[in-house]
C-alpha cells in the first residue's frame, strides 16, 4: 500500500478520531452538568432518550469505522515501519483501548442499567446520582484517549510528510 494512501487513511483516522472526542468533550464539559442541574426524573428520560437515539445515527459508523481504521492502521504501520509507524500504532491503540473498549466495558452497562428503570421512579432518581458520576469519569478517559490518538495520527501523519 502506497505511502499517500496511508497518509491519506490517517487523516481520515485523525477526524473521526476529532469528531468522537469533540462529541465526548461536549459530554464531559456541559452536557452531563447541565442534565444533572434537573430533576433527576428529567435528566433521566433526557439521558435515556440520548441513549436510544444515538445508535441510529451515523455516530455508531464514525465510532466503530474509526476504530477498524486504527486497527488497520496500526497493523500495516507494524508490517510497513517507517516514519510515524509508532504513532500510528498509538493512535489505534489510544483510540481501541481507551475509547472503544472504555464504552463497551463502563459505559454501556450504565447506559443499560439507567435504561431499566421509569424515568419518574424512585429507583432511577437514586441510580441517576451515581450514574451521573461514574459515566461522567468514565467519558473523561474516553474524551482524553480520542482526543490523544487524533493527536498521535497527526504527528504521524507530519512525520510521513518529512518522509
Request: charge should be positive; glycine fraction near 10%; proline fraction near 3%.
Given at each position: 500500500?502506497?505511502?499517500?494512501?496511508?497518509?491519506?487513511?490517517?487523516?481520515?483516522?485523525?477526524?473521526?478520531?476529532?469528531?468522537?472526542?469533540?462529541?465526548?468533550?461536549?459530554?464531559?464539559?456541559?452536557?452531563?452538568?447541565?442534565?444533572?442541574?434537573?430533576?433527576?426524573?428529567?435528566?433521566?428520560?433526557?439521558?435515556?432518550?440520548?441513549?436510544?437515539?444515538?445508535?441510529?445515527?451515523?455516530?455508531?459508523?464514525?465510532?466503530?469505522?474509526?476504530?477498524?481504521?486504527?486497527?488497520?492502521?496500526?497493523?500495516?504501520?507494524?508490517m510497513r515501519s517507517g516514519p510515524g509507524a509508532s504513532m500510528l500504532i498509538a493512535g489505534g491503540l489510544?483510540?481501541?483501548?481507551?475509547?472503544?473498549?472504555?464504552?463497551?466495558?463502563?459505559n454501556v452497562p450504565l447506559n443499560n442499567k439507567l435504561a431499566a428503570f421509569a424515568s419518574a421512579s424512585?429507583?432511577?432518581?437514586?441510580?441517576?446520582?451515581?450514574?451521573?458520576?461514574?459515566?461522567?469519569?468514565?467519558?473523561?478517559?474516553?474524551?482524553?484517549?480520542?482526543?490523544?490518538?487524533?493527536?498521535?495520527?497527526?504527528?504521524?501523519?507530519?512525520?510521513?510528510?518529512?518522509?
Amino acid at each position: 500500500m502506497s505511502g499517500t494512501i496511508i497518509m491519506l487513511l490517517s487523516g481520515a483516522a485523525a477526524i473521526g478520531c476529532g469528531l468522537i472526542a469533540g462529541l465526548f468533550f461536549a459530554f464531559s464539559v456541559f452536557i452531563m452538568k447541565a442534565l444533572g442541574a434537573i430533576p433527576a426524573n428529567e435528566g433521566v428520560a433526557a439521558m435515556q432518550s440520548i441513549n436510544a437515539a444515538i445508535v441510529k445515527t451515523s455516530f455508531m459508523p464514525v465510532f466503530f469505522g474509526t476504530g477498524l481504521l486504527g486497527a488497520a492502521l496500526a497493523v500495516l504501520a507494524i508490517m510497513r515501519s517507517g516514519p510515524g509507524a509508532s504513532m500510528l500504532i498509538a493512535g489505534g491503540l489510544l483510540y481501541i483501548l481507551g475509547t472503544l473498549a472504555v464504552t463497551m466495558i463502563f459505559n454501556v452497562p450504565l447506559n443499560n442499567k439507567l435504561a431499566a428503570f421509569a424515568s419518574a421512579s424512585p429507583e432511577a432518581a437514586k441510580v441517576w446520582t451515581a450514574y451521573l458520576k461514574d459515566w461522567t469519569v468514565w467519558n473523561h478517559v474516553r474524551t482524553a484517549a480520542s482526543t490523544a490518538a487524533c493527536a498521535a495520527y497527526i504527528v504521524a501523519i507530519a512525520a510521513m510528510a518529512r518522509g
